[in-house]
């Protein structure tokens, strides 16, 4: 893929995003150029290595893997995990990390890098949160259901 193409595949996860954040009220995130240095890097350095690994870093952070990129919609995936999610409990639905951190509210900026591995040709793709989500005891204030009761 070429630099447009990457960038139209980030545009298109950021618009996702941010769609089904509306659908719980929550604020649209900003995509952030340092964050997405740092999300590329990390794309980058899993492509390399070839697996999915979590960084040691103050962002939250998603993370997918697939091929062809036109096939992998990681936002679709992370986003699937409100199937999961019982709200009126939310602190204890552990299972649906990926899901609580794209709808977090407090979340403001995101990042996201993309890297094709030269071995495999598999995609990776890293998605890091500013501020971070999922932290114990916010999950309440931060995790809405979705407006559309009949969601």
Same mark, same amino acid.
């Given at each position: 893929?070429?630099?447009?193409? @990457?960038? !139209?595949?980030?545009?298109? $996860? ?7 954040? $509306?659908?719980?009220?929550?604020? #649209? ?9 740092? /999300? $590329?890097? *990390? /794309?980058?350095?899993? %492509?390399? @290595?070839?697996?999915? =690994?979590?960084?040691? +870093? !103050?962002?939250?952070?998603?993370? %997918?893997?697939?091929?062809?990129? &036109?096939? =992998?919609?990681?936002?679709?995936? *992370?986003? &699937?995990?409100? &199937?999961?999610?019982?709200? #009126?409990?939310?602190?204890? &639905? ?5 899901? +609580? $951190?794209?709808? *977090? ?6 990042? @996201?890098?993309? #890297?094709? #591995?030269?071995? +495999?040709?598999?995609?990776? @793709? ?5 501020? /971070? ?14 407006? !559309?009761?009949?969601?």
């Amino acid at each position: 893929m070429n630099s447009n193409e @990457i960038e !139209n595949y980030r545009r298109e $996860q950021l618009d996702a995003i941010n769609y089904y954040r $509306q659908l719980h009220g929550v604020p #649209s995130l900003l995509l952030d150029n340092k964050i997405t240095r740092d /999300a $590329q890097a *990390w /794309a980058d350095h899993l %492509a390399r @290595i070839g697996q999915l =690994v979590h960084s040691n +870093t !103050n962002y939250g952070e998603n993370l %997918a893997s697939g091929y062809p990129l &036109s096939h =992998v919609n990681p936002a679709t995936l *992370w986003y &699937s995990g409100v &199937s999961r999610i019982n709200f #009126s409990n939310v602190e204890r &639905s552990t299972d649906c990390l990926h899901f +609580t $951190q794209i709808v *977090w509210k407090s979340s403001k900026k995101i990042g @996201i890098g993309i #890297s094709r #591995s030269s071995n +495999t040709g598999k995609y990776y @793709i890293v998605a890091n949160f500013d501020p /971070a989500g999922n932290m114990r005891g916010s999950f309440a204030e931060n995790v809405p259901s979705p407006l !559309n009761t009949n969601f």
